[in-house]
């Protein structure tokens, strides 16, 4: 990876990395002319690659804007399903991918992006002593987890059951992003969250591994939506994501290949 993409990355990580507190590359996608807006809704844990990424496809066609609504995937399969305009989606998980299809509001048929697992984010310090997962159960440590129909959230369900262990949350947050704002913010002694989470954090947190997360992997599917104003700019974005370059960007922020 060039210096450049390293920059790009790192940069999108510091101004997309705070949302749960509050151009070097570009010949993978095809210029379309006279451009268009695009409105890509994606999963918030996609928040700093598709910064990025949103940028390159914006330099490599000129004259296009690309809209990025970043939120949990369960309130973006909502917003969809409600008749929210939206171009493109990108999903943290293949349950609420399969609302939006089962909608009838898809063109085609989603594809694997990208792969998440979990990990402990702990404040710096990590003053609760966290050393694992089984440290969490019990009402000892104030854990936060996502809400279960969140995907970070059915992810932890299964984690919980394979490992036998029992949590207790004191909170549980509709998006990674909110479970994050608390351990940052020094609200909770941990939170469960994807390792694409951690590393975009940088130093605000620490990571506590979880050998048992490869048992509750995520997948993240994106499809282009039925009926967007301009079809081919959103197929280019889609196959932009999926090619070589998308891919790269992807697996720099620390997810996995589909």
Do not use: H
Not at 23 to 50: D, H, I, K
Not at 138 to 165: F, S
Not at 197 to 206: E, F, M, N, T
């Amino acid at each position: 990876m060039n210096r450049c993409r390293s920059g790009k990355v790192l940069t999108a990580a510091l101004l997309t990395g705070m949302l749960w507190l509050a151009g070097c590359s570009n010949q993978a996608a095809q210029p379309q002319g006279e451009g268009g807006e695009l409105t890509v809704f994606a999963a918030a844990s996609l928040a700093v690659p598709f910064t990025v990424l949103a940028e390159d496809f914006e330099a490599a066609n000129p004259g296009t804007a690309v809209r990025l609504n970043l939120a949990g995937s369960a309130d973006l399969a909502a917003q969809i399903l409600a008749g929210a305009p939206a171009d493109v989606f990108a999903s943290a998980d293949e349950a609420n991918m399969a609302k939006v299809v089962d909608g009838g509001m898809t063109a085609g048929e989603p594809e694997d992006i990208a792969t998440n697992t979990l990990t402990i984010a702990v404040p710096p310090g990590n003053p609760a002593g966290i050393r694992g997962f089984a440290d969490l159960a019990g009402a000892g440590p104030q854990v936060v987890v996502c809400a279960v129909q969140v995907p970070c959230g059915a992810a932890a369900a299964k984690l919980e059951e394979a490992a036998g262990v029992d949590l207790s949350p004191v909170s549980e947050e509709t998006s990674v992003a909110g479970v994050m704002g608390k351990v940052v913010s020094g609200e909770a002694d941990a939170g469960l969250v994807y390792v694409t989470d951690v590393r975009a954090a940088g130093d605000s947190v620490r990571e506590v591994p979880i050998p048992e997360a490869q048992q509750a992997v995520n997948r993240y599917p994106l499809v282009r939506l039925a009926g967007p104003a301009d079809a081919g700019l959103a197929a280019a974005f889609v196959g932009f994501i999926r090619g070589a370059e998308g891919q790269a960007v992807l697996q720099e922020a620390g997810f996995g290949v589909p």
